[in-house]
């Protein structure tokens, strides 16, 4: 496993990390049952991931309580990462639609307390708000809050998670302006790499880390999802309609010829083209086993695509029609 620095931070994060939602939500095909969430973060650390990200949200704390569980006594081991912004305790989450938000400071007290509890820890590596629209992000009162937590111990730095759908490109770069948001998590994959692009180009100049999320966009990549795949509408991936898997499988076929003669499947190349790109801090694949993350850990091993070949699939995502991108509501 490689480790790069997050951004501004000096933290050091596994090129492949954890991304834990998957254990406390049953929106990906599967419902994991708290056992094999156990053994399943448990096998990415011997893995030599060290970078589990979540947020307070995921399974109404679940997920934040599963891995302080399994790794009560060797918090200096690893890096967590966690977010809030929803007021999710005394509401009804009514299939993927979004919840009320909030982010100021007695907001932020109450939900960072609640993380440190469940998390069995005094402090969090990398503190996020989740989804944040752009007056969240503009807000000094929301940072100041997080940056007298900085100063005291409590939290090591913050990333923004933008979403929930793909886009936020204004809302990704005003936020690396603040002094300690050391990561942006965006929606990110070989199929779908706008506004990934810009946001990276940027990243790159403001010394702030990427993380990225649905590299596999939906399971095109792993072979999960197929022309004839039913996807069930309680299943996250249900947002993914007929026309948009034919067309991203028409697209894997162009890139096939760049896996094939570098020796790759499909699932590697999108890994390896992330990876390849400068301003990646780490990757989180939706994993939902441990044969998953086995598969996954294994394509971090230093070996990146060549200059040539990311430029051919430059090329060829130049040729790829636009697709919708979200943003901040403008009400002025």
Not at 79 to 87: A, M, P
Request: aromatic share 8%; with cysteine; hydrophobic share 35%.
């Amino acid at each position: 496993m490689k480790y790069k620095t997050l951004g501004k931070s000096e933290i050091k994060v596994s090129e492949i990390g954890f991304g834990a939602w998957t254990i406390a939500l049953d929106w990906w095909g599967k419902k994991i049952e708290d056992d094999e969430a156990k053994r399943m973060l448990k096998r990415a650390y011997d893995l030599g991931i060290n970078f589990f990200e979540t947020g307070d949200m995921y399974g109404k704390g679940k997920s934040e309580k599963l891995i302080g569980e399994v790794f009560k006594g060797m918090r200096n081991e690893i890096v967590i990462s966690t977010k809030y912004g929803y007021e999710f305790e005394n509401v009804a989450q009514i299939s993927h639609n979004e919840l009320p938000q909030r982010f100021d400071p007695s907001f932020t007290e109450h939900a960072l307390e609640k993380s440190l509890e469940r998390l069995q820890t005094d402090y969090i590596d990398v503190y996020g708000l989740h989804n944040p629209k752009m007056h969240h992000i503009k807000d000094d009162a929301v940072f100041n809050t997080l940056d007298n937590k900085i100063k005291e111990g409590v939290i090591g730095t913050c990333q923004i998670a933008l979403g929930p759908a793909i886009g936020w490109t204004g809302e990704g770069l005003e936020a690396m302006n603040r002094r300690y948001v050391s990561a942006v998590q965006t929606v990110y994959n070989i199929l779908e790499q706008t506004p990934g692009n810009e946001l990276i180009e940027a990243a790159e100049r403001k010394n702030v880390g990427i993380l990225v999320r649905v590299p596999d966009a939906s399971g095109i990549l792993t072979g999960k999802v197929k022309a004839d795949t039913k996807i069930d509408e309680k299943d996250h991936r249900s947002i993914r309609k007929g026309d948009w898997i034919k067309s991203a499988l028409d697209k894997v076929e162009q890139l096939r010829p760049i896996a094939n003669r570098n020796g790759l499947n499909i699932a590697e190349l999108a890994i390896k083209f992330i990876l390849t790109k400068k301003g990646i801090s780490s990757v989180m694949p939706t994993v939902i086993s441990v044969e998953e993350i086995e598969q996954f850990a294994e394509m971090s091993d230093g070996k990146y695509l060549s200059d040539s070949d990311m430029k051919e699939i430059a090329s060829l995502y130049n040729t790829w029609p636009p697709y919708e991108i979200k943003a901040t509501i403008q009400t002025a």
